[in-house]
T-cell receptor, first 117, second 109 residues
Framework: GAVVSQHPSRVICKSGTSVKIECRSLDFQATTMFWYRQFPKQSLMLMATSNEGSKATYEQGVEKDKFLINHASLTLSTLTVTSAHPEDSSFYIC?????????????FGEGSRLTVL | KQEVTQIPAALSVPEGENLVLNCSFTDSAIYNLQWFRQDPGKGLTSLLLIQSSQREQTSGRLNASLDKSSGRSTLYIAASQPGDSATYLCAVRGQNFVFGPGTRLSVLP
């Protein structure tokens, strides 16, 4: 099966620092990756869509300068939370689309729990 | 704008019961619908994917149906087990990928 690996699974940082989260598709190429955020007891909310080799498309209300997304290869996308604050503490999940086109199934990483002190 | 709702929000059943989880969406122009389970503090596990042209998909004790015209999908779990306890999310893929709020299922031994 298709595997998406996310690292780190947990990270604790001080307010004002930056944190990078990696999302890798281990056994398939992913032209498109998605980043989500989930606050406690709430559903996942799409943050941005990342296409390999191009700029990410951000959802309304998501600050692109704060959440930097890089999708430099067909197997790796990174999310950097810059100048993190306690309100950025959340569960971040990535997903990758394996097959070409909009009907492709999505595979999800295990998620990264960010705690900003 | 696509909106996805799930009913019930929470469900507690004794082991062995058959149960149905419901998912509704407002915009029927979708490419597919996917059901996931999420264990506490974990990522998502894909359960079933139904393309817009399909009516249902089955995997083991799980059966998902899709009625695109009425904007509904159901996830049927047969002979529930304590290990099925999790939050079940449906998500529709149209212009964007939109998740429902989930149904928290507890199966009691």
């Amino acid at each position: 099966g298709a595997v998406v690996s996310q690292h780190p699974s947990r990270v604790i940082c001080k307010s004002g620092t930056s944190v990078k989260i990696e999302c890798r598709s281990l056994d398939f190429q992913a032209t498109t990756m998605f980043w989500y955020r989930q606050f406690p007891k709430q559903s996942l909310m799409l943050m941005a869509t990342s296409n390999e080799g191009s700029k990410a498309t951000y959802e309304q209300g998501v600050e692109k300068d704060k959440f930097l997304i890089n999708h430099a290869s067909l197997t790796l996308s990174t999310l950097t939370v810059t100048s993190a604050h306690p309100e950025d503490s959340s569960f971040y999940i990535c997903s990758a689309r394996r097959a070409g086109g909009p009907t492709g199934e999505l595979f999800f990483g295990e998620g990264s729990r960010l705690t900003v002190l | 704008k696509q909106e996805v709702t799930q009913i019930p929000a929470a469900l507690s059943v004794p082991e062995g019961e058959n149960l149905v989880l419901n998912c509704s969406f407002t915009d029927s122009a979708i490419y597919n619908l996917q059901w996931f389970r999420q264990d506490p503090g974990k990522g998502l596990t894909s359960l079933l994917l139904i393309q817009s042209s399909q009516r249902e998909q089955t995997s083991g004790r799980l059966n998902a149906s899709l009625d695109k015209s009425s904007g509904r999908s159901t996830l049927y779990i047969a002979a529930s087990q304590p290990g099925d306890s999790a939050t079940y999310l449906c998500a529709v893929r149209g212009q964007n990928f939109v998740f429902g709020p989930g149904t928290r299922l507890s199966v009691l031994p």
